[in-house]
């Protein structure tokens, strides 16, 4: 019985853990990730292979809401870049939900283990990334959590295609959303700014992932001898709000002028001017033919093994949250739910502007203002901070975030 779990209604029908069991086979733990589990799962009929995620209940609300969003959403969408989902079921201490089980590599490793790599194999990348998110945005559906990690190949065929996966974070945007979300290098300023924002925060991560992909360097980066996460962190908050990033030689020297125009429509920090993903579809450099084919390989790989090599990276996973490194050393749990990057709302600020990370200098605050008022000369109110809502969206507690390594100097 798929999805009859889900029926709306005071008596809950729940699955029995038998109806689980007896349609498929769940091998062992693949990985454990912030809120589930994740098994390989067998049908025990077509003997065809899925992925299967298992959130306890008994791990509390966040992790209840996590899995009821995510089978939400993904019953909504049907589309070749998007992990479909195959199953679900709830018993009455579990969820369990199977995807389509995709085999191919991560794009950073089909990168690696190319020949020749170019523009136009990374144009093909975005193409379909930003189809999928035509798609969704098509829906309303606001994905908050694109980055390179949910990007992979379906298998590991010569012309696979690519599908995004993660859906735990996407919310439908029934006007306009608050609650801050999402993997600090890939945020949009309007989330960092504790501004109300939308579909454009996806364009926005579009953008970045564009970037590395190009270069194999992140665009917003701390390269202070900081030892303090917290501090570098807001360091790269301020980066992010004033837009700061550069096409740094040498690594851009050999990008075409088309590739550096869409990345800049993207990560426009006025998310009203920023280009939408049906926009970027339409761009020369998807659709024509502006897309170098000059190979960049040695470049790029240099780069990427240097700042996202897998032993680095896994190094550089800080597990634990946005919330609640950015949050004051007076603010309880209470606090978390008005601080995007700890930000408050300040009632003196013209507009209801946001106000600084809570803890943060007195210099980095007024930058963080002086950002804001240069970058938003129409902000839109902010709602004033409130104890988090027990219903609400997970605010970036469910994704322990993967830090991007700061790069070094050549």
Request: proline residues 5%; hydrophobic residues 35%.
């Amino acid at each position: 019985m798929p999805f009859g779990c889900l029926t709306l209604g005071e008596k809950k029908d729940y699955n029995s853990p038998s109806e689980v069991t007896d349609k498929y086979d769940l091998g062992q733990i693949v990985k454990t990730e912030e809120f589930c589990e994740i098994f390989r799962a067998k049908d025990r009929n077509t003997l065809k292979m899925y992925t299967c995620k298992k959130f306890h209940k008994k791990d509390g609300r966040k992790v209840r809401k996590a899995a009821k969003n995510e089978i939400m959403i993904l019953k909504m969408v049907k589309h070749h870049n998007i992990l479909q989902l195959v199953d679900a079921f709830e018993t009455k201490k579990e969820y369990f939900i199977f995807l389509e089980l995709a085999t191919g590599r991560e794009v950073f490793d089909w990168i690696l283990d190319q020949g020749y790599y170019s523009e136009r194999d990374t144009s093909n990348v975005m193409r379909q990334v930003l189809e999928a998110v035509a798609y969704l945005h098509s829906l309303k559906i606001v994905h908050r959590n694109l980055k390179l990690e949910n990007l992979v190949y379906f298998n590991r065929l010569k012309h696979s295609k690519i599908v995004i996966s993660d859906f735990q974070l996407a919310k439908l945007e029934n006007g306009l959303i608050k609650d801050p979300c999402g993997t600090p290098e890939y945020l949009a300023p309007e989330v960092v700014g504790r501004q109300r924002y939308g579909r454009p925060v996806d364009c926005w991560a579009i953008g970045v992932i564009m970037y590395i992909l190009l270069s194999g360097n992140p665009p917003f980066y701390d390269d202070s001898e900081e030892e303090d996460s917290d501090n570098r962190d807001k360091n790269l908050f301020l980066k992010i709000l004033s837009g700061d990033y550069e096409f740094d030689s040498p690594y851009w020297d050999d990008i075409s002028d088309s590739a550096k125009t869409l990345v800049a429509s993207l990560m426009e920090v006025d998310q009203d001017q920023r280009l939408t993903a049906q926009e970027a579809i339409a761009h020369e450099w998807i659709s024509g033919n502006a897309a170098s084919d000059k190979n960049i390989k040695d470049g790029v790989c240099a780069q990427i093994e240097k700042n996202f090599a897998k032993a680095k990276w896994k190094k550089a996973v800080r597990v634990t949250t946005l919330m609640k490194r950015l949050r004051g050393p007076d603010q309880g749990d209470s606090g978390a739910a008005g601080a995007a990057g700890g930000a408050t709302v300040d009632a003196g600020a013209p507009g209801g502007a946001p106000a600084p990370p809570a803890g943060m200098s007195d210099g980095a605050a007024a930058c963080i203002k002086a950002a804001l008022k240069a970058k938003t000369p129409d902000p839109q109110p902010a709602a004033a901070a409130a104890p988090a809502q027990p219903d609400e969206q997970t605010r970036c507690n469910g994704d322990a975030p993967q830090m991007l390594p700061q790069r070094k100097e050549d």
